[in-house]
């Protein structure tokens, strides 16, 4: 019987030693497979990545929310004339549901969400010429140009929208 104990014992050694083996090959098979193709590893994902693919989808949650409600998609805010000025952009989907955006009683803001810095609207586009605000009309683009003194706002960085009662947070500026 105590044969059967010390074979049994020595059969588990064995069995941990195969077991660390394979788990070994596999842990460096992947570096030797990239390393034979001349070809750099990718980075693992980090955490700012993470949270800027979770944000994406969020987005596109908060996108057909603003279709359904204001009758607006493709919401985007972009740095313009060397990062002195921020566009917001969309789409007009439906002209009756926009209109909340064409609220001329109140000033359209957009606020840096770090430093909580507020940018108005450009009084005058790059050409000198006055900027005026149009009125939706289902099915073409609308835009608004905001100054962006000192640059404080880069692309990458996240921003709200306010104009009037309607509130687009999270727009990542392009």
């Given amino acids: ?21 394979v788990l070994c090959a596999f842990g460096v098979l992947p ?5 034979a193709s001349n070809k750099p590893m990718p980075a693992p994902a980090t955490p700012a990545a993470v949270s800027i693919s979770k944000r994406a989808r969020y987005n596109q949650k908060e996108e057909i929310y603003f279709e359904r409600r204001y009758g607006i998609g493709q919401l985007r805010v972009s740095s313009i004339a060397a990062g002195a000025s921020l566009e917001f952009r969309c789409q007009v989907l439906d002209a009756q549901k926009a ?11 957009v606020i840096e969400r770090k430093s909580g810095k507020k940018l108005s609207l450009a009084t005058t586009s790059s050409d000198g010429k006055p900027v005026a605000r149009v009125t939706p009309e289902a099915g073409q683009e609308n835009s608004l140009v905001f100054g962006n ?15 009037g009662t309607v509130h687009i947070s999270g727009l990542i500026v392009e």
């Avoid at 570096?31 to 390393?35: E, I, P, R």
């Avoid at 209109?99 to 803001?109: F, N």
């Fill in 1 to 21: 019987m105590s044969s059967h104990i010390k074979r049994s014992r020595s059969w588990v050694g064995c069995l941990g030693v195969v077991l660390a083996a």
């Fill in 31 to 35: 570096t030797a497979v990239h390393a």
């Fill in 99 to 109: 209109k909340a955006l064409d609220d001329r009683r109140v000033a359209p803001v």
């Fill in 149 to 163: 003194p000192g640059k404080l706002v880069k692309p990458g960085n996240m921003v709200d929208l306010i104009i």
